[in-house]
């Protein structure tokens, strides 16, 4: 099995079930995970903390229904910069961990330098809030925004099926 913690420490098969159970629900208790995964509470707890300690499982959180909360407008934006020397990279990314509208920022390549994943409220505060804040970073040079219409997947676990092969 590959491996994906230090060297002394493997994932075996009670290990990837165990993930696979907390990423569909983080909220079951150690009893009720140990009878998923055929091990007993104790162990759970035990794989549970050295899964954390080893920062395969980074955090916890709780998954929020964006529309209940008055979230009602998702946008993917592409934004391209005008250089890519002088620090605009970084102070770009900077100004993104100011942004708590911003869900996700990936540097890419091709067309854009930057996508993000973007929640408001309104198209209003999408526009008025978001997306007129950053066309005032220094060294953007334009942002493309689509708005989603419809989510047609969204999904925050991961594939595990390559912590199975041998």
Do not use: W
């Not at 005008?82 to 942004?99: N, P, S």
């Not at 989603?148 to 594939?159: D, F, G, M, R």
């Amino acid at each position: 099995m590959k491996n994906t913690m230090s060297d002394d420490s493997l994932l075996d098969k009670f290990d990837i079930a165990l993930l696979d159970a907390l990423q569909k629900n983080a909220d079951a208790t150690h009893q009720q995970l140990g009878e998923a995964v055929h091990l007993s509470p104790s162990q759970v707890s035990r794989r549970i903390t050295r899964l954390h300690a080893s920062g395969i499982i980074r955090r916890t959180v709780a998954l929020l229904d964006p529309a209940k909360i008055g979230l009602g407008v998702r946008a993917i934006s592409y934004v391209t910069l005008l250089r890519h020397g002088d620090d605009e990279g970084a102070a770009f990314e900077r100004e993104m961990a100011t942004f708590p509208e911003v869900l996700e920022c990936f540097a890419v390549t091709g067309e854009s330098d930057y996508i993000l994943q973007i929640m408001a409220a309104s198209l209003n505060d999408l526009s008025e809030s978001v997306l007129r804040r950053l066309t005032r970073i220094k060294g953007v040079g334009s942002i493309r925004s689509n708005i989603v219409l419809q989510s047609i997947k969204s999904s925050t676990e991961l594939p595990l099926a390559q912590l199975r092969r041998g």
